[in-house]
């Protein structure tokens, strides 16, 4: 299974902070630490503070395998409290209330009476590589007293950047369907050439800051991207407005929408679709290098479409039961169901090869702000195609649209 390339860094260079941290919870004789399930996110520019941020399910991720490293360096020196347990007793607090100091002291109690509290905080630091600075703080809540350890400077990679929203098309088939072209990424600092179709982690992360941004988006007029994505509503397509470098599309609260996907290139391709985050295909949030089994993709044949009625569920066999899109407040919907409403109003499709044929060898608790969702509705079952054909390959292409009542989008266009 793939990791996210944030728990990636973490796990094969966690750095001398995490191990003075651990040091100086031995040295204090303390029993017992509990670790913040979320990272506070702190966005580079406006110095805004949310919980998890951009991470997305990144965030939970981090937090868990966080806990997990200190847990191994502490080697029995000190209990840590299990991810889970501090999920469930944080879920209720906002983070203006964690970042009380009696607040705080209910968590470590309702956690198990826990002595430390690590926060760690990520922070976008804005640079062209999507650079993240981690950073983490021992807080004492016997002495009130708080400690800094860090920072340690993390990058992203194709499939974080894909999940966060970016549009891009990185490969394309040529005409004939033969060769697997480079038509997204500047080659200049490829060496060898061969890492232009590179994958895993650190690979995605080079790839990253090689992406051509002078490029429109992938759905943008002339652009002659391989596939189009519809959103429809009661049989019709709801057209794309240009707000700035993204596009939305105008929902409203109550409608049933679907997602019309179309394979307009020479080769098969699997295509992989998130909305606010969860893919529907399960139902299930999570992050797209984490997705393996074929299932939880659609494989799209060369010249053929699918329509993603709503959120699948497998039933039994090729039986799933799907329930229709339907608009809802933001707290009804099921991002917010699947634990996180981070990535509310976007809808994201991947494309992805179908296996390594023709590729080039490469180096290998919840307040609602007012914002639409995406919630479920009526459910029915439908007999989907099992797929025979290889185990997705590379990564293609990322698509987002951007999704707000038309009221929303008006006022966005009005302050651009």
């Known amino acids: 299974m793939h990791q996210t390339l944030l728990t990636f860094l973490l796990l094969t260079s966690p750095g001398q902070f995490l191990e003075d941290l651990v040091d100086d919870v031995v040295d204090e004789r303390y029993k017992t630490l509990a670790v913040l399930p979320r990272p506070i996110y702190v966005d580079g520019k406006d110095q805004k503070q949310t919980l998890g941020g951009e991470l997305g399910p990144q965030a939970d991720y981090f937090g868990e395998r966080l806990s997990r490293e200190i847990a191994k360096l502490a080697d029995g020196e000190f209990d840590v409290v299990e991810n889970s347990k501090m999920q469930e007793v944080c879920r209720k607090y906002s983070l203006a209330q964690i970042q009380r100091a009696s607040v705080r002291q209910l968590i470590a109690e309702q956690a198990g009476d826990a002595e430390v509290v690590v926060i760690p905080v990520v922070t976008n630091s804005t640079s062209p590589g999507k650079k993240f600075d981690l950073k983490c703080i021992l807080v004492d809540l016997g002495r009130k007293s708080e400690e800094v350890y860090g920072a340690e400077e993390l990058q992203i990679g194709l499939s974080d950047a894909a999940y966060m929203g970016e549009s891009w098309e990185l490969r394309r088939w040529s005409d004939d369907g033969s060769t697997l072209l480079n038509v997204g990424l500047e080659d200049t600092g490829a060496s060898p050439k061969s890492a232009i179709f590179g994958t895993g982690p650190r690979m995605e992360q080079r790839q990253y800051r090689w992406i051509d941004r002078t490029l ?201």
């Open 216 to 416: 429109p988006h992938p759905l943008a007029k002339g652009s002659k991207f391989p596939a189009s994505i519809d959103v429809m509503v009661s049989g019709k397509n709801r057209p794309l407005q240009s707000v700035g470098q993204n596009l939305y599309v105008a929902l409203e609260a109550g409608e049933e929408p679907v997602i019309h996907v179309a394979n307009t290139g020479p080769k098969d391709v699997y295509a992989l679709v998130f909305v606010d985050g969860v893919n529907v295909m399960g139902k299930k949030r999570e992050h797209p290098g984490e997705v393996i089994a074929r299932d939880y993709h659609r494989l799209l044949k060369a010249g053929s479409d699918f329509t993603f009625e709503g959120w699948y569920t497998r039933k039994s066999g090729d039986t799933w039961n799907v329930e229709s899109f339907k608009l809802t407040d933001e707290r009804d919907s099921v991002a917010a169901e699947a634990g996180s409403v981070d990535r509310v109003g976007m809808i994201t499709c991947l494309f992805y090869t179908v296996g390594w044929e023709g590729v080039v060898p490469g180096d290998r608790f919840l307040q609602s702000g007012g914002r639409l969702g995406f919630g479920a509705g009526r459910v029915r079952p439908v007999e989907l195609d099992a797929s025979n054909a290889d185990a997705p390959g590379l990564l293609l292409s990322a698509v987002t649209i951007r999704y707000a009542r038309k009221s929303e989008i008006d006022a966005l266009t009005t302050s651009k």
